[in-house]
């Protein structure tokens, strides 16, 4: 790779334009195809919101992050290559690969928020380690799990995962204010609640479903 291609500026942004690696010609850095000789362009260093040609922040449409992923998607997909040379084939994989990744990475909120945070610095999970040192966060999913153990009917387990529910919709609102008001601590503290919720979440769906529905009962989500 030639020395223009790795100007890129921090946070991840592709900066201006870097020369077409089959014919030389000048292309934008994020780019997917040379508009002079149509060749693939080999994926760049950019971050996942960049890399899907969305701006930096929390709260995105996720509509148009789906338009913007299947899109280029279909820009990407195999049988267009078919008759291409080996090398285009396997530049054309290795940028559905980097698209995959940035679209995994930002469709579930949980992980959008932790990558986010990661762009700012903010490692809301240092060396894997899972134990919580927040003494608040703490006792809030202590009880919240003992209150799931204790759920010995469907009906019980039903309204403890409507509650772990709720949790999540809310720490979703308080992160999104957090990062609309440039609070990080207050992202990264909730980001890391939030975690836990999720966790909450499956858990009381496998516990409810330990118990056998109702017979007449009306189907419940
Ligand atoms: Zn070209």
Redesign the pocket.
Known sequence: MNDVAHKITGAGQPDGIVA??????P?AADALF??????VQPPRPMDHFARLGLDIRFAIDTAELDRRYFARQRQLHPDRFATRTPRERAISQNQAVCLNEAYEALKDPLSRATYLLKLRGIDTNPDGCNTIKDPTLLMEQMELREGLAAADTREAATQMLREAEAHVNQSLAHIGGAFAAGDLDTAGRETTRLKYLVKLVDEARTRRACFAPAAAAPAQS
């Open positions: 077409c690696w089959s014919c030389n010609g292309i040379c508009n002079t000789c149509w060749a």
